[in-house]
Nanobody, 124 residues
Framework: QVQLVESGGGLVQAGGSLRLSCGAS????????VGWFRQAPGKERDFVAA????????FYEDSVKGRFTISRDNAKTTVYLQMNSLRPEDTAIYYC?????????????????WGQGTQVTVSS
């Protein structure tokens, strides 16, 4: 059974940094595209960043470009999201997701597996 487990969330002041991690119990992890999404209270789950199975192609939501970086370590079956210059509007529960294939998915419905989420709170 596939499991994704996020960690690294917490409380940080505006302008600060956090690095989220997502450990995956997937034997063929290198065959999966991975993504990060976030959901603020009362809002839908929104796309943040995606990384294809090769690790060579990324896509970011406009508001996080230049501030967030998605990466992966296939040997450790782990996905990371480095978040810098955090803003109060980045406050949300952050979820990692995985999808088998060659593409670079950006929609919630495209992903097969999800983690349970980790809370990120940015104070002003």
């Amino acid at each position: 059974q596939v499991q994704l487990v996020e960690s690294g969330g917490g409380l940080v002041q505006a302008g600060g940094s956090l690095r989220l991690s997502c450990g995956a119990s997937i034997r063929t992890f290198s065959g999966y595209a991975v993504g990060w999404f976030r959901q603020a209270p009362g809002k839908e789950r929104d796309f943040v960043a995606a990384l294809d199975r090769s690790g060579g192609n990324t896509f970011y939501e406009d508001s996080v470009k230049g501030r967030f970086t998605i990466s992966r370590d296939n040997a450790k079956t782990t996905v990371y999201l480095q978040m810098n210059s955090l803003r109060p509007e980045d406050t949300a529960i952050y979820y990692c997701a995985a999808k088998w294939g060659y593409d670079l998915p950006q929609a919630v419905r495209e992903y097969q597996y999800w983690g349970q989420g980790t809370q990120v709170t940015v104070s002003s």
